[in-house]
């Protein structure tokens, strides 16, 4: 079993949907956890970071965290034809791991006008 | 606005030829600074996590001399690519800590395309 799962899609929507990204892991150890959007030929562009279980909301973006489920989500509202992109959610583990990410394979989104 | 910058962009280049790249944060000190390697349609692959003032940590399977690491700054770390083969093409990503409180998040550059002839 790979240390971080995610369905690599592709997933497409039409604008104005909500979109629901999903990673599931194995490792107790990590405690931070993060969503990072990369467009084609870009390095990856970080967009919600939590630490521990709970929800967390930026803008259009929300992000949960469910330790007891080793699971975390992204949501997009009213998604755009500009959030069209790769997604990669990364986690990590304490000081100790010098904060090393292990990153999802990603999902690639496409929004459609 | 960025907050590390990667040059250069894109580099072409002979078979046999060392290329080197570089990693600066900005406006920021950051002691620790992570390089990346991503194929087409993968995910990223840590090669190594760059301290300031010490020897990089190479991940398994990494060859230490291939890829040259150094780390002469707080806002600088360049990964050099020595003798470069057409295998070695691919997207090379460094990234960096904001600081080092506990938990700070990697931030990356905007990585650098190298393709070996």
């Known amino acids: 079993q790979k240390e971080v799962e995610q369905d690599p899609g592709p997933l497409s929507v039409p604008e104005g949907a909500i979109v629901s990204l999903n990673c599931t892991y194995s490792?107790?150890?990590?405690?931070?956890f993060m969503w990072y959007r990369q467009y084609s030929r870009k390095g990856p562009e970080l967009l919600m970071y939590?630490?521990?279980?709970g929800n967390k909301e930026d803008g259009r973006f929300t992000a949960q965290v469910d330790k007891s489920s080793k699971y975390i989500s992204l949501f997009i509202r009213d998604s755009q034809p500009s959030d069209s992109a790769t997604y990669l959610c990364?986690?990590?583990?304490?000081?100790?791991?010098?904060?090393?990410?292990?990153f999802g394979k990603g999902t690639l989104l496409t929004v459609n006008p | 606005g960025a907050v590390v910058s990667q040059h250069p962009s894109w580099v072409i280049c002979k078979s046999g030829t060392s290329v080197k790249i570089e990693c600066r944060s900005l406006?920021?000190?950051?002691?620790?600074m992570f390089w990346y390697r991503q194929f087409p349609k993968q995910s990223l692959m840590l090669m190594a996590t760059?301290?300031?003032?010490?020897?990089?940590?190479?991940e398994q399977g990494v060859e230490k001399d291939k890829f040259l690491i150094n780390h002469a700054s707080l806002t600088l770390s360049t990964l050099t690519v020595t003798s470069a083969h057409p295998e070695d093409s691919s997207f090379y990503i460094c990234?960096?800590?904001?600081?080092?409180?506990?938990?700070?998040?990697?931030?990356f550059g905007d990585g650098t395309r190298l393709s070996i002839l």
């Open positions: 406006d920021f000190q950051a002691t620790t």
């Open positions: 939590t630490y521990s279980s």
């Open positions: 990364a986690m990590s583990a304490s000081r100790g791991s010098n904060y090393k990410l292990t």
């Open positions: 490792n107790s150890a990590f405690q931070y």
């Open positions: 760059s301290n300031e003032g010490s020897k990089a940590t190479y």
């Open positions: 990234s960096a800590r904001l600081g080092t409180g506990v938990g700070q998040p990697q931030h």
